[in-house]
């Protein structure tokens, strides 16, 4: 057999590529810089009817095979790497789960104007405590009626918030890890679908970023994508083709830093020759050339299989992870060979350095890919401690009152939390410079991206002069709406703050957020989502818009004196918090007394951590005593008061 | 001679008392002693509820030869196959070979491999079965894990006798009393009482929950345990303790302070937080060095009171060993829902505290205070603030319960 790529093949690759040379190389420096999106691009990849390669004519796909597709995402890629990760993420990760596991009434409702390129796909899986492992999955779906009640939120989107058709994952049968979690097609713009930070990022700039957040959002039961409990194997499937998008991407990004440095290579001439011909750049080049040849065979190789229905899942993972693997090395020697120049902005191998790292990462990181091949090999692991174990380690910012003011009028909500700081005995008749630095100060007010515009600023002023507090922010509010100095931002990469009092105003909670709040004795948040994390991680609570609430705190707090110098701060105990019974239902064996903890499982007898006394296998014995399941009784529970 | 009394018609006390042995199990000290309550029904059949202790055997064979006069013994129905209760049962079959055993299936195959040669005369009971003996017609309920697997208990349908097995009993011989009424029980036996239980039963709580669940469906007017008195009023008030004590609950807001000192130094810890809390108004304080205090005393008051003070030495990098013991009895007794406070003392690396609290983080729901202290070698100005402190927020975290 020739390993050679068809005719067709290298016609649409120099279709796609005329393309990407005319259209997305002149805008591409641009978009980098400005993390703008190439909204024209997608409309003409539309028109060219390349939004839906890899799927049949009659749902207004291309028809062609997934080699067509992997060359497409490869010659954006070669120009712009932002702008191949649009087209992969769209094809692979937001159109394929419908395309494969949706029903005629949902394809036609939803793949058709994907394929078609009328709407832009995206995928909804990884979360703050979910990534590599799916079964820490958070976002939680109930069946209420005829629809599902969607709650949670997602990170790291992309395509989001452009995309308007997002395929989601979330809870439905808590518990039981990755069997209970399903697939969701989801609308932008629904009741509760808001989306939160656009992530300023290192490379892929031109390709949009960002978190998703569910509040009570009504999904129609029809929306369900394949069966209740399918999610995990539905976004495992999905993640297998995934791959060969990335890896195309990682290719493509290569390529064009690859041909750069071959061409300045030549260009450049150094002791009397083109640099190319001293033997450590000819050798380089020759490196770079074969890695490129490789990572190509297995990327088409990977596509031919999955277009021939064969298994590809372990060959696809391996061209995912060497493709990207070797696509940073390629875009290192690259810049290398450039010198100086390329170290400076606009230079295309200055950015495809950037671009690469992302390849390593995203959809899968390359150890996961690994994880993956190994696997195919010698099989899965034997169970460890499963990540629904490591859920129950609960809040970042340690065990924490979590008393949320949400019933009554917002006066009376406010007025419940003054009084409750007030007996924790802060004293509000004394005051510190808004300005003191958050290491050292006492007690911090700080605006979250909910603040909205910058003149609501105002809001967080008066409130920290009335609460006798320093004026901190979360990092997009520093760092993208810059309304403070980056030396004010509260987090794990910014200033750790750990006084007596924090009051997060219109702050989600992000991780890296709470991580640089975990020694602070008392948190208070005010947050319109009363699903963001930061409630979960806060001593005290009031759901509603700052807007409503900031005012009315601040004049609650505002005793009509000017505030006293405040003391030297001495550092208040941190209120015991009452250990809380396991969320785990137990039970104990009538032969031995052995207590069965789902918590703990029975690992000798190959029984995972996590797994519910209920869903023991009926053949499953008293490890102690050698009693059936059914010789147990359930460890009755308190009422709840 | 015989020593019997009549608990109701048909009914008699057959048991005997032993003040001679000193340990309860070989373990828990006795110092009043112990009864070994057994129970004839004299019916159309005669009925035997249990035996008794090896070492009482002379005495409780002589009741029933009194009692029986020329009748034959007809059953013996074993409730519990432990020896404090099983050991006398062969001499009962050498002397009433015709006697038909009633016990549960495990305590059939107990009986064997304890050596007794009955299994031909064995009727295996279920839940629920019914059995009659003329005017008494009795019911069988088992009570798994109460505290042993074969455990069951008989109630008779036509007095309203349950026959509670080791459920209800109590440390302490009964010296000429029988009836929990004829006593100063809060004053002389409660004591005693929750420390059989707490020891002994406090790990099967969920069964104990599971028993009480089946004896609040009965009509009871007498409750007859394996030690201890016989219950014919204020029924309650014993049952209230066992649900709170196989609830884990704590009977009363009050500190136990237990302490772990070598030279004198931790225990002036411990005095100081007891001073402090009786300054602040909580005075429902026992205090203990747990080198002179048997463990089961502690574990009693730990099950009776709402808050916990650990105070212990490094010993070998270790917790001292008695108090060692004493935090690993509590998680074995399956302790739950206490509030503790833990100081360490130590001179070069003290970590008895930390050490202890990994204990307290593996039991359920036990919550340690946030404020601790780390005591170097002997008490200091801020080492003795910080035991201020911990008393202030024991008043504090009693307030809010």
Known sequence: MLYQTTEQHEELRNKIRAFAEEEVKPIAFMLDKNNDFPYDMVKELAKMGMMGIPYEKKYGGAGLDVISYAIAVEELARVDGGAGVILSAHTSLGTYPIYAFGNEKQKKKYLVPLCKGEKLGAFGLTETNAGSDAGGTETTAVLEGDHYVLNGGKIFITNAPIADTYVIFAVTTPGIGTKGISAFIVEKGWEGFDFGDHYDKMGIRSSSTAELVFNDVKVPKENLLGNEGQGFKIAMATLDGGRIGIAAQALGIAQGAFEHAVEYSKERVQFGIPIAHQQINSFKIADMATKLRCARFLIYSAAELKGHHEPYGMESAMAKQYASDIALEVVNDALQIYGGTGYLKGMEVERAYRDAKICTIYEGTNEIQRVVIASHIIGKPPKTESSTMMQQKGPITGQRKKMIFNSGTAQERVDNLVESLKNDGYDFTIGIDPMTPITLADRVVSAGKGIGPQKNMKLIEDLAYQAGAAIGSSRPVAETLKYLPLNRYVGMSGQKFSGNLYIACGISGAGQHLKGIREATTIVAINKSKNAPIFKNADYGIVGDVLEILPLLTKALDNGEAKKQAPPAVKMHKPTIKKEASPWTSYVCNGCGYEYDPAVGDPENGIAPGTTFENLPDEWVCPICGESKAAFVEVQKEEEE | ?401
């Open chain 2, 1 to 401: 001679m015989q020593c019997v009394r009549k608990i109701t018609d048909d009914l008699y006390f057959v048991g005997a008392n032993d003040k001679r042995l000193a340990l309860f199990e070989n373990i828990h000290p006795l110092p009043n002693g112990t009864s070994y309550n057994s129970y004839l029904l004299l019916d159309e059949k005669t009925v035997l509820f249990d035996t008794a202790d090896w070492s009482v055997s002379r005495q409780f064979l002589e009741n029933i030869e009194y009692l029986l006069g020329d009748r034959p013994l007809d059953y013996l129905v074993v409730g519990h196959m432990e020896p404090d209760h099983g050991a006398s049962i062969h001499e009962v079959l050498l002397r009433y070979p015709k006697v038909k055993i009633i016990c549960s299936n495990k305590a059939s195959m107990m009986m064997n491999q304890f050596g007794f040669d009955c299994q031909k005369r064995v009727k295996v009971v279920k839940e629920k079965d019914t059995m009659s003996f003329g005017k008494h017609e009795v019911t069988f309920y088992m009570a798994p894990m109460v505290h042993w697997p074969e455990v069951m208990v008989t109630f008779d349908n036509t007095n309203g006798v349950l026959f509670s097995a080791d459920a209800f009993g109590s440390f302490g011989s009964l010296d000429g009393k029988l009836f929990a009424d004829e006593v100063d029980y809060d004053r002389d036996w409660i004591e005693e009482a929750r420390r059989y239980y707490t020891n002994i039963v406090s790990k099967y709580g969920p069964q104990v929950q599971k028993l009480l669940a089946k004896a609040g469906g009965l009509p009871i007017k007498y409750i007859c345990p394996l030690h201890g008195l016989v219950w014919r009023k204020d029924l309650g008030y014993f049952i209230d303790k066992y649900d709170k004590w196989s609830k884990y609950e704590p009977e009363e807001q009050g500190v136990l302070i237990a302490y772990a000192s070598m030279y004198g130094d931790t225990e002036c810890a411990a005095n100081i937080l007891a001073n402090e809390l009786c300054q602040k108004g909580i005075t429902n304080i026992a205090m203990y060095d747990v080198s002179k205090t048997h463990i089961s005393y502690l574990i009693s008051d730990a099950f009776k009171y709402s808050h916990m003070a650990l105070l212990s030495v490094t010993y070998n990098l270790k917790i001292f060993p008695p108090m060692n013991s004493f935090v690993e009895d509590m998680a074995a007794l399956n302790l739950q829902k206490r509030t503790v406070a833990v100081v360490e003392n130590g001179t070069w690396a003290p970590q008895a505290g930390s050490l202890i609290c990994e204990h307290l983080d593996e039991m359920k729901e036990m919550t340690v205070l946030n404020e601790q202290c780390t005591i170097l070698s002997s008490l200091n100005q801020s080492t003795y603030d910080e035991i201020c402190g911990i008393a202030d927020a024991i008043v504090e975290s009693m307030k809010a319960e």
